[in-house]
C-alpha cells in the first residue's frame, strides 16, 4: 500500500550524493534482492496477509489462474476445464505437475485440499471465496468434479484466487497443518522457497521442474526478501546496492530518486482504488447525507484531479476511476452513468437546493494512515463549499468499532479489488451487513443477481444497472486508482501488471 503526504527528504538528497558510484544489483549472482515491511512468518494462500505473501505467491498454484495481460481466466494445474451443469465444474488436470518435494501433482492432492478447505474444523481467516464449494469427487488419477452449493458465476474465479494447492502426503501427515506454510511450502510454482528465517530473510529460487503457463516462466534465479521496515533504510539500501528495487515510497521521495541516472522509476497499475463512502442510511445520524442532493453536492465539491496531482506517487499513471471498479483488468466491471464533474458553485446551488444554504457539520474519517492526507485534502474542498468537514484519522481498531456501531459519516479508505468484482460487491452491497452504508435493496437485489447469472452478457447486463445506481445515488466516490511505483537499478527489467496487492509477481522481473 502507498503512503502519501509530505515527508522529510533532506536526508535522502545526502544519500543520494554520497552514494555515488556504489556496486548495485546482483546481476551477476542471478540474485534480485528485494526489501519487506517485515520478516516473513509464513508463505500462505490461507493463513496470512502479510505483503510479502504478493511477492512469493509464485509458490503455490490453482486449477485456473487470472492472467493480468489477458484478463482471461486461463488453465493452470487443469489442463481443461468444463461446466457439464449449473453448480457443478470438471477438470482435467495436467499429467506432467511435479511438486517442490518430487511428488507428482494428481486427483488425491485436489480432493485431500478441498476437504480440508470444507472440514467445520479447519479454522481459516477468509472463507468467503471458497464457501460456494460443496465437496470435491475423483473421476480418474487426473480427473476431478466440483460440486458447488449452488450455481454460481463467480465460481473460476474465486478458484482462480483461493485456491492453491497444497503436497497432500506431507500435508495430511502435520498435526497442525499451518506448520505448512511456515516450514513446509511446498508449491509447484515456478518457483520453491529455499530459505524462512526472521533474521536472513526469504529465499525463492527458479523451480526447474516447472511446465505451467508461459506468462509466469521465472527469469531471476533467485529472489531474495529482506526485512527494512523502515523508508530511510530502504532508501539507503538502494542507494549503496545492498538492494536492487523499493517500492511503496512517498511521492517527495520518488520526486528525489528521479534524479539519480542509475535507477528507473516503473509504475505498475495496481488493483487498488482510493475512495470516499457515504452514510446514506443515516446510522450516523447525519439526517443530511441520506439526501441524493447532497451527496451529490459532495462528489461535485471535491477536485480528483487535484488531489491526484497533489499527493499521489506515480501521479502520472493514477487516474480518477469513472465507476468503482477497474474497467480494463476485471471480470463484470461495467456503467453507462457518469459522475458529476468538478463544480464547487454548483455544488453550493444543489446544497441549497436541498435546503441547506449555509452547509452543515461533517465529520470525515480515514484509515488506514496512508489515506489520511486524501482525508484533509476532502475536509478542505467540503470547507470551501460550505460544508464545515473536520478530518479525522481513525486507526483500524477504532474504525472497526466506528463500522459496526454506524458512526461513519463520510468514509476515505483503500480497496483492494479482486479479479471479478463479485467479492467487492458482496463487501459493500450486502443488505443489512455490517458494511452496508445504503440499505439499497435494488443493489442487494442486483448484487445476488450477477452472482448468479452464468451468461456472460447477460450478468455484464446486469452489473452495468448496479454500477448505474451506485453512481446516480451518489453513494461511492472512486478518488483515485493507486498505482505501485517501483524504483529499481537499471539492470533491473520490470514488466508489470500484476493484479495483487503488491504490484508485482516474482515473473515480472527479469536483467537488462
Known amino acids: 500500500m502507498k503512503r502519501i503526504g509530505k515527508i522529510a527528504t533532506g536526508g535522502l538528497a545526502v544519500l543520494i550524493a554520497c552514494a555515488a558510484g556504489n556496486a548495485f544489483a546482483q546481476k551477476s549472482k542471478d540474485t534480485l534482492r528485494v526489501p519487506l515491511s517485515e520478516p516473513m512468518q509464513a508463505i500462505s494462500p490461507y493463513y496470512t496477509s502479510h505483503p510479502g505473501n504478493y511477492l512469493f505467491n509464485g509458490v503455490f498454484e490453482g486449477f485456473v489462474e487470472f492472467n493480468p495481460r489477458t484478463g482471461k481466466i486461463e488453465p493452470s494445474l487443469a489442463k481443461e476445464y468444463r461446466r457439464p451443469e449449473p453448480g457443478v465444474l470438471e477438470f482435467d488436470l495436467r499429467e506432467d505437475v511435479t511438486f517442490h518435494s518430487g511428488k507428482k501433482f494428481d486427483a488425491d492432492d ?11 474444523a479447519t479454522k481459516l481467516r477468509h472463507t468467503e471465496d471458497t464457501d460456494f464449494i460443496a465437496r470435491a469427487e475423483k473421476l480418474g488419477p487426473h480427473k476431478v468434479r466440483l460440486y458447488m452449493t449452488k450455481p454460481v458465476a463467480t465460481d473460476l474465479s474465486s478458484l482462480a484466487y483461493s485456491v492453491k494447492f497444497y503436497d497432500s502426503v506431507i500435508h495430511a501427515k502435520l498435526a497442525d497443518r499451518s506448520e505448512y506454510d511456515r516450514n513446509i511450502m511446498v508449491g509447484t510454482g515456478p518457483y520453491k522457497i529455499t530459505q524462512r528465517d526472521v533474521n536472513k530473510g526469504t529465499i525463492a529460487t527458479k523451480f526447474p521442474g516447472y511446465v505451467g503457463a508461459a506468462w509466469k516462466a521465472p527469469h531471476i534465479g533467485t529472489i531474495h526478501g529482506l526485512s527494512i521496515p523502515d523508508d530511510q533504510t530502504r532508501i539507503a539500501n538502494l542507494l549503496t546496492g545492498a538492494v536492487d528495487v523499493v517500492g511503496d515510497l512517498s511521492a517527495d521521495q520518488l520526486d528525489n530518486l528521479k534524479k539519480d541516472a542509475r535507477f528507473k522509476l516503473t509504475a505498475s497499475p495496481g488493483m487498488q482504488i482510493y475512495y470516499l463512502q457515504m452514510d446514506a442510511i443515516g446510522r450516523s445520524g447525519r439526517k443530511e447525507l441520506t439526501d441524493p442532493r447532497v451527496r451529490k453536492a459532495i462528489f461535485m465539491a471535491i477536485d480528483r484531479e487535484g488531489i491526484i496531482k497533489a499527493l499521489m506517487p506515480g501521479a502520472d ?59 484533509e485534502a476532502i475536509a478542505g474542498q467540503l470547507y470551501k463549499v460550505g460544508i464545515r ?95 505501485n511505483v517501483f524504483v529499481h537499478s537499471r539492470e533491473v527489467a520490470f514488466n508489470p501488471g500484476a493484479i495483487n496487492g503488491w504490484g508485482a509477481d516474482l515473473w515480472d522481473f527479469s536483467w537488462n
Open 110 to 120: 485436489v480432493v485431500a485440499m478441498i476437504s480440508w478447505l470444507r472440514d467445520p
Open 317 to 375: 499513471m493514477a487516474e480518477a476511476p469513472d465507476v468503482f471498479c477497474h474497467m480494463t483488468r476485471q471480470i463484470g466491471c461495467v456503467h453507462t452513468a457518469s459522475y458529476p464533474k468538478y463544480d464547487p458553485e454548483g455544488a453550493k446551488k444543489l446544497l441549497a437546493e436541498a435546503g441547506y444554504p449555509n452547509g452543515f457539520e461533517l465529520i470525515v474519517d480515514s484509515s488506514p494512515p496512508e489515506v489520511k492526507d486524501i482525508g
Open 389 to 483: 468537514a473536520r478530518h479525522q484519522p481513525l486507526i483500524t481498531a477504532v474504525y472497526r468499532d466506528w463500522q459496526r456501531d454506524g458512526k461513519l459519516e463520510a468514509h476515505v479508505a483503500p480497496w483492494t479489488m479482486a479479479p471479478d468484482v463479485a467479492r467487492s460487491l458482496n463487501r459493500f452491497f450486502t443488505l443489512g451487513g455490517q458494511t452496508d452504508a445504503f440499505g439499497d435493496k435494488m443493489l442487494a437485489d442486483l448484487r445476488i443477481q450477477g452472482s448468479e447469472e452464468l451468461d456472460p452478457d447477460k450478468r455484464a447486463g446486469i452489473y452495468a444497472k448496479l454500477y448505474d445506481r451506485v453512481i446516480e445515488q451518489s453513494y461511492i466516490l472512486p478518488i483515485s486508482s493507486v498505482p
